[in-house]
C-alpha cells in the first residue's frame, strides 16, 4: 500500500533528480505566501549527467562555461550576493557582458550548427527560461535519446576543446 503524499511534496522519482530545500515562500498574484513552505529545487541537466556518470568533469566545465557566458553576455545576467558589480575584478560590467558575448559567440562558431543545436538547447536552456533535457530534445528533433547524448558529449568535447580547459 503506497502511502499518500502531503500537498507539494515531491514524488521518490522527482526526488532522485533533485533536492527539496527549505525556503520562505514567495507570494503570487494567485496566493499569498506562507512562512516555512517548502520548495523544489530542479537540478539542470548537465548537473545531472555529471552525477550519474555519464559527463566528465571537463564536459560539464565546458557547459558551464557556455552557460555562464551566455547567460551574462547575452541575457545580461550577474549573481552578485556581495553586493558587488558581479564582473571581473578591475573590469566595468559592460566591458565584462561584451567580453562574454564575444566568448559565447566564439564558442557557437567552434560548435557549428548542427553540434551548436544540441549543445545550445541543453547548457543554455529555452529561450522562454526553463531546462531542456536530452528526452525534450529527441522528442521535438525525431531522434533518440542515445543519438542526442552522442552529440551533446561530442559538442561538449569540441567546447572543452576550444575553452582550453585540461584533459
Known amino acids: 500500500m503506497r502511502a499518500e503524499l502531503l500537498p507539494g511534496e515531491p514524488t521518490a522519482e522527482r526526488m532522485a533528480h533533485g533536492r527539496l530545500v527549505e525556503v520562505p515562500a ?8 506562507r512562512a516555512g513552505a517548502r520548495m523544489y529545487r530542479a537540478v539542470s541537466t548537465l548537473d545531472r549527467m555529471r552525477r ?5 568533469a ?3 566545465d565546458a557547459g558551464s562555461n557556455l552557460r555562464n557566458d551566455y547567460e551574462l553576455g547575452v541575457c545580461g545576467a550577474r549573481n552578485a550576493p556581495s ?4 564582473g571581473a575584478t578591475g573590469w566595468f560590467y559592460t566591458l565584462t557582458q561584451l567580453a562574454a558575448a564575444g566568448r559565447w559567440r566564439d564558442a557557437l562558431e567552434a560548435l557549428g550548427p548542427r553540434l551548436g543545436a544540441v549543445v545550445c538547447p541543453i547548457c543554455c536552456g529555452a529561450p522562454g527560461g526553463g531546462d ?8 521535438v528533433t525525431g531522434t533518440n535519446r542515445q543519438e542526442i547524448a552522442g552529440q551533446l558529449k561530442l559538442g561538449l568535447d569540441v567546447l572543452a576543446d576550444h ?3 585540461p584533459c
Open 26 to 33: 514567495i507570494g503570487t498574484e494567485m496566493e499569498i505566501a
Open 52 to 56: 550519474d556518470g555519464s559527463l566528465s
Open 58 to 60: 571537463r564536459q560539464a
Open 83 to 86: 553586493g558587488g558589480s558581479g
Open 132 to 139: 531542456v533535457s536530452i528526452a525534450d530534445l529527441a522528442r
Open 163 to 165: 575553452y582550453g580547459l
